[in-house]
Structures are given as C-alpha cells and as structure tokens.
C-alpha cells in the first residue's frame, strides 16, 4: 500500500515569492492534515480536513496561508507571500478516522525561504 | 494548555546499550500517549501507543509505560542498535480534541558502532 505521497520534497524559494505544497493522502483515508514542523521542534497542527471540508483550521495564519482540498482527496497547501520565518518542513498526515485511528504521515516538504 | 515535555538531545549511546528517553506531560483529563519516530529522510512513524494509565506500549524492543502519577511515558530499549538512530518524539492526545495530536520537540539519538 503507498504511503502519503508529498511533493516537491525541498523547495528554495525568494520572500516574497509564493509557494504551493502537494499531499496525496492513503487511499481511502477521509481524514487529512497539514502540520509545520520548525527545526528542532515537534509538528503543530495548521490545518485538519474532514473528506473536503476544513473543520480546524485555527491554527492556520490566515493572512498568508491557504489550503485546499478538492473532491475530498488530495490537497494543496500555499503561502502567499512566503517570508524568511516560514522555513520549515511542512507534512501532511491522513487517517481513516478520529480519534483512536493512527495518523500516517509523509516525508514532508522542507521550505528555504531565502 | 496541554503540553509535552522531553529530554532534549542529542543523545549519543554504543550500540548494545541501555536506551531512556524522559518524557512527561500536561493534559487534563486522560489523554493517550505515544512516541512517534522520525527516520533519516522519511516520515514520522507511530512506535508505539498507550491509551490510559499503567498501559505499557511495546515495538520493535521499545517499551513505555503509562504512569498517570508522575504524568510520564518514558520510552524504553534495552539494547539499542545501530539502526534506531533517528529522532523520536513523545506525543499526546486528549479524547475531548479531536484529532489534535500535542507533540515534543524530539530527541535526536545516536547510536554508534
């Protein structure tokens, strides 16, 4: 079975400039999320998907950030315009469910913003 | 708020000896623990999982136990080898929030030949 699928997998790019993520989550997997992982930190949630609708995006900079995810399936996460502080690795994650069921996570995209 | 707190690293060990990787938490209620591990150049994967107090997760030779008293998951191997090296990470999360899982900032550890 294929894991989460993200690309590109590093991507360098000027401030200013935008930039866009891509995650196909496990096939048959409802749930989705996208997670910013600083160096040297633990994963925190941007934003959680339900099938295509975005039920918490709270933690989501609203301002520069947006996210899609189309038919349900695979998404698109994009800053516009990217700034020095967004270097990071940005992952995706899906499960089939809530609570209890085990979130399985991508290789992530790590983001240079020069 | 919740919150996860670990060893910070990196830890660098032999191979064949003892692994222990503190982690202690702050969470209302009773959430589930985990240790997620984070390969060189892949994804975060779930190790190992315990639901409520004096659970003990196993994988992989990894142990930890679920101590509600002292709020701790400390994570466990009692001979490591050359291939755990990675980067680990204690994590938590409550019933009541739905999916939102709490994480550490990781432990980078090291295992030399």
């Known amino acids: 079975e294929a894991g989460v699928v993200q690309s590109p997998r590093y991507k360098i790019i000027e401030k200013k400039q935008p930039v866009a993520f891509w995650c196909n989550p496990i096939s048959g997997h409802n749930t989705l999320y996208w997670y910013l992982q600083n160096l040297g930190q633990g994963p925190e949630l941007l934003i959680r998907y339900e099938n295509e609708e975005a039920v918490d995006d709270s933690q989501l900079p609203k301002d520069r950030f947006s996210a899609e995810r189309l038919k349900g399936v695979d998404s698109t996460l994009k800053i516009q315009p990217a700034e020095l502080g967004d270097s990071a690795v940005y992952l995706c994650?899906?499960?089939?469910?809530?609570?209890?069921?085990?979130?399985?996570f991508g290789p992530g995209t790590r983001l240079t913003v020069l | 708020g919740d919150s996860v707190t670990q060893m910070e690293g990196p830890v660098t060990l032999s191979e064949e000896a003892f692994l222990t990787i503190n982690c202690t938490y702050t969470a209302t209620g009773y959430p589930s623990l985990f240790w997620y591990v984070q390969y060189p150049g892949e994804g975060l994967q779930l190790l190992l999982k315990?639901?409520?107090?004096?659970d003990k997760g196993s994988n992989k030779g990894f142990e930890a136990t679920y101590r509600k008293e002292t709020t701790s998951f400390h994570l466990e191997k009692g001979s490591v080898q050359v291939s755990d090296s990675a980067v680990y990470f204690c994590?938590?999360?409550?019933?009541?929030?739905?999916?939102?899982?709490?994480f550490g900032s990781g432990t980078r550890l090291s295992i030399r030949p």
């Open positions: 994650a899906s499960s089939s469910g809530q609570d209890y069921n085990e979130q399985f």
């Open positions: 315990a639901t409520k107090a004096d």
């Open positions: 994590a938590l999360k409550r019933y009541s929030s739905a999916s939102k899982i709490i």
